[in-house]
Each structure stands twice: as structure tokens, then as C-alpha cells.
């Protein structure tokens, strides 16, 4: 062979291992297979750029399997396959590597400390830093600070910076990005002004740090100063006015862009995607002189998120290039709307799946309560992560399955507080009361702190059973943990406090809140009702029309039942009329329960008759209970009967409704009618739910359920209830004769 055709082999070679480098960044990672696939001949290089291509693909099998079968590795090759162990997170598998190594450079070195840092593991990098033969070159220390200042250990950082016995820029950029990107402004400013020498990183760096904590006047202060700013510069700060939604600023900034790459018409692009205009979007994206898969991706994620799914699944089938990003986003968006056939006919297409692609189709399946699914792709994923595990903790919670959630929360390795959250609020959401509070004792004797989430769940737990010194000793956690005054905890303390008839303390926190929302206002006044406090509900409404908080439907349920509840026959009805009239609210069910109640208590049954007649949606049951429940009040059987025959029709398994005709014939002397519903009650074969009822004894909720065997104590309980009872008929004998 001739050295020129050798050296055409070699130019043809290296134009190939080119191309699979180029192809593996943007994504397009089948197509560098094929190229591969297809080469004749095929140097160290080669294997190396498709061990890299695999790598930042997250195909780190291939990868590996790759490089255990080349016959040849140099040292470009150990890196290679460290350095995607490193950005797939995997450290234990790069430790293994590291350590059989037959050769290590000071890249090699900086690559695996940099796996410590990132994973947090500060005192094994520290470990391996110690042992580092060669301590002259910046790399390994710039690794350890950026790995301190990560983790907000800016006194370690600083130390380490200050023994540093050479410091380049990228020591002093290193040191400067822990405080930008820790929100750490003003020591950042400070180390900024002290540097020796900048260049346009040290800029970018704080532009972006102000970027992100919304200071947008310092953000553009800095810009106008940098000496020479490049399209990093420009898209920093294009995408801080499209985050913080000023799209006029950032279109003009766009047109003042000396040069823009294909990063900078993505930015632009997320920034229509962002604020909804899709119109807009897709006139930048066929405007785009190149695209990448992140052009593509973004597109169809905007389709998705302004419901166009049909228009994102078009643009999925013209994408050159499918990457797993765009076809997550596509999963995500049939989830979201219920389509999980057409998701899982996409999931099953992807080859590789990463953790967010599984996680997005089990969470699709969970939402829409086929659990059956879910768990199937859960027990096959193999990559699980605390999401993973938190989705299907969520998804048994909403269908009620509460044994299989807390079966899973038991499997369960590592658990965060969104774990614990999950649990909760599955208990409180089904009932089970008790067991949210119970959650609440073993997360302490963990060790894990509660977050405004727990807290909003257990004193909704405390509301629902009355307990009022637990919520109380809950009040003093969020005081203590710092929680006061986030919204959601005050809104739950003030439900809390009205349910537990404590409306002085309900108030004092409503009156504590410095910018209430319609939740808050409604809760205090659903309180004000439930505690009979009927004028101080329709005061409080008043107030609140005042300070310009527009009601909703919950506001009216709350005030309509306040009026209900005293008497204020005349006010409820001019409410229920500015309900529609005024605030143009289309009265639902729940409204029109309560007007049926107001009326009925009044006796104004035929009006409220009327009004069940005359209404525009299908009766409810709580409709016809509530004049039911009137027609006891004012013995009237044949408003009664009639509420009670549809009341069977919605309900034919509820035994109250039978028991409750049965009473109003009863009390009218009717026996023979007594007698015939009994008999229907018996055919029916309704089973009627047992007692239930609690009490707060020393700071413990005790539950007692009728005829439960399990319960503690029962038969010394019971003992005591019967000497009880002798001694209350003793005593009401000898009252009896004493008169």
C-alpha cells in the first residue's frame, strides 16, 4: 500500500471519528452507531469518541462494554469512561475504575475527586486529595473548592483557596462561582472587586448570579460594564428577562445580539415557550437559521404545555434526530391529559430510558389511578430514584389504597421529607387521621424536621378529630422551626382552630397574616359557620368585598351555610342573588344544598321544594338530605317521603337514610310504615357503618370503635361504663323519690 493511500485511510478515519464526536453531543447517538458500525477500520481514537458519545448519552453499559473489549486502551480511554461514570453520577463504578487504573494523570486525578465533590462526598475527595502525588497544578484544588462552595462551606473553600500554592483565574472564577451560585451576593460583589485579573467567566458568573436571585437593574448594570461580552453574556441576560416575564426586553436584546448562535435562538425561543406564546415560538423556530435537539425539544414542549398535543406529536415525527428529552416531553403531555395508550406507544419506543422518561410514564399511570401499570414499570425499573418511589407512594394514596403506600414507604432505602409528605397526606386524605399524627411522632424520633407541608397536614389532621391540644403543640413547632408566616401553614391553623371551636384564635391568626389569599378568607368565614357565629361571617364577607378580594365558589358555601346556621333567612337569600347576579358565580350543588337547608330550618319548606324543583343541575344527595332533614324538623311526611325515595335512589346502600324515615314515622305514630321500612332496611342488606367516636387524653388521640375487639382496655372500659350507669340509675331513683 502506498503512503498515499495509507494516509487517505488515516484522513478518512479521522474525518469518521469526528463525525461520531459531533453526532454523540447533539444527541443524535444512533446515527453515530451506524457510523461506527460501518467503519472499516478503526483506531484507539475511534473507540474512544464512541465511548464518549455513549457516555453523555447516558449509555453507560454500552459504553463500558465497549471499553472492556477494545484491545488496545490508552490513558484518553480510562478517562473517557471515568468521565461519564462522573456525569451519570455513578462513583462507586468510577472508583472502580480509578483504582485499576495502570496509569493515572493529573486529569485522571481531578476527574475523580471532582465524583466525590459533586456527590457531596466532601471527605472522601479530601481523602483522595491528600494522597494526590503531584499538589503544584490548580486543577485538584479548584476541584475541592468548587465541591466546598457547592455544598455552602464558603470558610472551607476560602481556606482552601488561601493555601493554594498557585492560584490561576479558574481558581479565583471557582471561588467566585460558590457565592453567585449560592445567591451569596454581597460577599460575591466583594471577591469580585478584589480580584486580580477577570475576564469575561468572572463577569458572566455574577451576571447570572443576579440573574437568578431576580436582581435584574444590578443584572443589567453589570452587562452595560463588561469589556468584552460574548453570546454568553447576551443569553444570561436575555434569559433573566424572559424568567421573571419581560418578553418586551428580551425580544429587544435579541435584536441588538452582534451574533447569535443556536444557543441564543433557544433562549429566545424558551422565553415565547415560557409566557405561552406559542404563536410566537414557532415563528422563531422556523425563523432559526440551524436547529439542535434542544431547538426541537423545547418546541414540542411548548405544544405540550399549551395542550397542542396533536401539533407536538407532528413536530416529534419531522425531528431529524429523536433524542429522549423531546420524547419525555411527549409522554408527559398524553399523561397530563389521560392519553396513556399513546404514551406508552412512544415509551416503548425508546431503546435507552432514562430516570425521568420512567418516572414521567409511572406518574401517567398514577394519575390516572392504573395502578395495576404503574407498579409493573416500577418493579422493572432498575434505576429507581426517591421520585420513583415518592410517585407510587402518591398514586396508591389517591385511589385509597393506603396499606399498599405504606408498604412501598417501608421498601423504601433513602426517604426525604417528600416521602414523608406523600404518606401523610395519603393518610389525611383518606381519613385515617390517627396515623397522619402517628407519621408525625416516628418522623421526630428519626430525626427528620417537619416543613410547611407536614405541618399543613397534621393540623388538618388535628381540625378533623377536634384535637385541640395537639394542634396546639403543633402552633408552637411552626413558631419554633420558623414557619409562622408561610400561607399555607396560617390557613390550616386557622381551619384548625374553628373546627376545634377555638374562633377567637382562628381570628388572632387570620388578623397575624400580613397578605392573606382567598383561602385565608375563606377559611375563617367557613369557621365563623361552623361555629354559629352567622352575623361575624357575613361582617367578615362584607370586609373582604371591601379590601377588593374577589369571592369564590367556597366563599358563598361558607357564608350561605353561616346564614344557615343562625337563622339569617333574608341576608341568605340576598347572598344567593348577588351570588349569580353580582359575581356572576353559577351556583353548584353545594349552594344550592345550603339555601334548601336555610329555608327548611325557617319551615319555608315549599319554598325550598321549589328551589329543588326549579334548579338548573341534578339534585344531590346532601340536596335531598338537607330537606330531609327539615321535614323531620317540622314533621312533615310528605316532603319527607319524597326527599327520602330519591335519597334511596342515589344512595340504596346507606342505612342512615332508611333509619331517619323510619324516626319521622315514629314520632307521627305511624308504626304500621315503621315496621314496612325496617323490612325494606333488612332486604336491602345495607350494613350501617359502626360508632365511631375519639378523645385527647394526654396529649394522645384515643379512638373507640363500636364493637371493636382490637382496642385496649375495652372490657375494663366497659366494666367502668356499667358501675357508671348503675350509679346514674341509682341516683336519678332516689331524686325521683326525693321530689
Known amino acids: ?39 472499516t477500520q478503526r483506531n484507539t481514537v475511534t473507540y474512544n469518541s464512541m465511548i464518549s458519545a455513549y457516555a453523555k448519552n447516558r449509555r453507560l453499559g454500552h459504553a463500558r462494554h465497549l471499553f472492556d473489549n477494545m484491545s ?12 461519564g461514570y462522573l456525569h451519570s453520577n455513578m462513583v462507586e463504578d468510577a472508583y472502580g475504575l480509578f483504582v485499576t487504573m495502570p496509569q493515572r494523570d493529573l486529569f485522571s486525578w481531578t476527574l475523580m475527586i471532582t465524583c466525590y465533590t459533586r456527590n457531596g462526598e466532601l ?15 490548580p486543577a485538584c484544588w479548584n476541584a475541592m473548592i468548587a465541591g466546598y462552595v457547592k455544598k455552602g462551606r464558603f470558610e472551607d473553600a476560602k481556606r482552601m483557596f488561601d493555601e493554594m500554592p498557585v492560584k490561576n483565574l479558574v481558581s479565583w472564577n471557582s471561588m467566585l462561582a460558590g457565592y453567585t451560585k449560592n445567591g451569596e451576593m454581597c460577599l460575591g460583589v466583594k471577591f469580585f472587586e478584589e480580584m486580580p485579573e477577570r475576564n469575561v467567566v468572572s463577569w458572566n458568573l455574577m451576571l ?15 452587562f452595560e460594564k463588561i469589556p468584552e461580552a460574548n453570546v454568553v453574556s447576551w443569553v444570561t441576560m436575555l434569559c433573566g428577562f424572559a424568567q421573571n416575564g419581560k418578553i418586551a426586553q428580551a425580544e429587544d436584546l435579541f435584536e441588538q445580539m452582534p451574533s447569535r448562535n443556536v444557543v441564543a435562538w433557544n433562549a429566545m425561543l424558551a422565553a415565547y415557550v415560557q409566557d405561552r406564546r406559542i404563536d410566537k415560538a414557532a415563528e422563531i423556530f422556523r425563523d432559526m437559521p440551524e436547529m439542535d435537539s434542544v431547538s426541537w425539544t423545547t418546541m414540542i414542549n411548548g405544544y405540550v404545555r399549551v395542550g397542542k398535543l396533536d401539533e407536538a406529536r407532528q413536530l416529534l415525527n419531522r425531528m431529524p434526530y429523536r433524542n429522549i428529552a423531546a420524547q419525555t416531553a411527549m409522554i408527559s403531555g398524553y399523561a397530563h391529559n389521560g392519553r396513556m395508550d399513546e404514551a406508552s406507544q412512544i415509551f416503548n419506543q425508546i431503546a435507552m430510558r432514562d430516570v425521568v422518561c420512567w418516572n414521567t410514564m409511572i406518574a401517567g399511570y398514577a394519575q390516572c389511578g392504573r395502578m395495576v401499570e404503574a407498579l ?19 398514586g396508591y394514596a ?22 414523608w409528605n406523600s404518606l401523610i397526606t395519603g393518610y389525611v386524605q383518606n381519613g385515617l387521621y390517627l396515623d397522619a399524627l402517628k407519621s408525625i411522632v416516628i418522623m421526630g424520633q428519626e430525626g ?8 399543613s397536614c397534621c393540623l388538618s389532621a388535628c381540625a378533623n378529630l377536634a384535637a385541640f391540644r395537639l394542634g396546639r403543640q403543633l402552633h408552637q413547632m411552626v413558631v419554633k422551626t420558623g414557619y409562622p408566616s408561610d400561607l399555607f401553614v396560617s390557613n390550616a391553623l386557622i381551619t384548625m382552630y374553628a373546627k376545634c371551636g377555638m374562633v377567637a384564635d382562628a381570628n388572632l391568626v387570620f388578623e397575624d397574616i400580613n397578605h392573606g389569599d382567598i383561602v385565608s378568607w375563606n377559611s375563617l368565614i367557613s369557621g365563623y359557620a361552623l361555629n354559629g357565629y352567622g352575623k361575624e361571617a357575613v361582617a367578615l364577607f362584607q370586609e373582604m368585598l371591601i379590601e377588593g378580594v374577589n369571592p369564590d365558589q367556597v366563599t358563598f358555601v361558607g357564608v350561605l351555610s353561616a346564614c344557615s346556621h343562625s337563622g339569617l333567612v333574608d341576608q341568605g337569600l340576598k347572598l344567593f342573588k348577588s351570588m349569580t347576579e353580582v359575581h356572576l358565580i353559577e351556583p353548584v350543588a353545594e349552594h344550592y344544598a345550603c339555601m334548601v337547608d336555610l329555608l327548611g330550618r325557617a319551615g319555608r319548606l315549599e319554598e325550598a321544594f321549589e328551589m329543588v324543583r326549579d334548579m338548573k343541575i341534578k339534585a344531590t344527595a346532601r340536596i335531598w338530605g338537607a330537606l330531609l332533614g327539615a321535614s323531620r324538623i317540622h314533621r312533615n311526611l310528605q ?13 340504596p346502600d346507606k342505612a342512615s337514610n332508611y333509619v331517619l324515615l323510619s324516626n319521622m314515622h315514629a314520632e307521627a305514630g305511624r308504626w304500621d310504615e315503621v315496621e314496612r321500612v325496617r323490612v325494606l332496611l333488612k332486604e336491602s342488606d345495607t350494613d350501617k357503618q359502626p360508632g365511631c367516636s375519639w378523645i385527647e387524653v394526654r396529649n394522645q388521640v384515643h379512638a373507640f370503635l363500636f364493637d371493636d375487639p382490637v382496642q385496649p382496655r375495652t372490657s375494663e372500659i366497659c366494666s367502668v361504663l356499667k358501675s357508671l350507669t348503675t350509679e346514674m340509675t341509682n341516683t336519678s331513683s332516689f331524686m325521683a323519690s326525693y321530689d
Open 398 to 419: 389517591q385511589v385509597g389504597e393506603m396499606d399498599k403506600a405504606l408498604q412501598i414507604f417501608e421498601e423504601m432505602g433513602e426517604k426525604n421529607i417528600v416521602s
Open 448 to 455: 427528620k424536621r417537619l416543613d410547611q407541608s407536614t405541618f
Open 123 to 137: 471527605q472522601r475527595a479530601r481523602l483522595l486529595f491528600g494522597l494526590l502525588p503531584d499538589k503544584r497544578d
Open 376 to 394: 409493573s414499570l416500577f418493579r422493572n425499573m432498575t434505576n429507581k430514584d426517591v421520585v420513583s418511589w415518592n410517585t407510587m407512594i402518591t
Open 208 to 222: 447570572d448570579g443576579f440573574v437568578q436571585v431576580g436582581e435584574l437593574d444590578d443584572a443589567w448594570e453589570f
Open 639 to 651: 316532603f319527607g317521603k319524597y326527599a327520602t325515595e330519591k335519597l334511596l335512589e342515589l344512595e
Open 72 to 83: 488496545h486502551r490508552n490513558l484518553v480511554s480510562w478517562n473517557t469512561m471515568i468521565s
Open 1 to 39: 500500500m502506498t503512503i498515499r493511500a495509507i494516509g487517505e485511510k488515516g484522513s478518512q478515519v479521522f474525518i469518521q471519528n469526528l463525525k461520531i464526536t459531533q453526532l454523540g453531543k447533539s444527541g443524535r447517538i444512533d446515527e453515530a452507531v451506524k457510523v461506527f458500525s460501518q467503519m
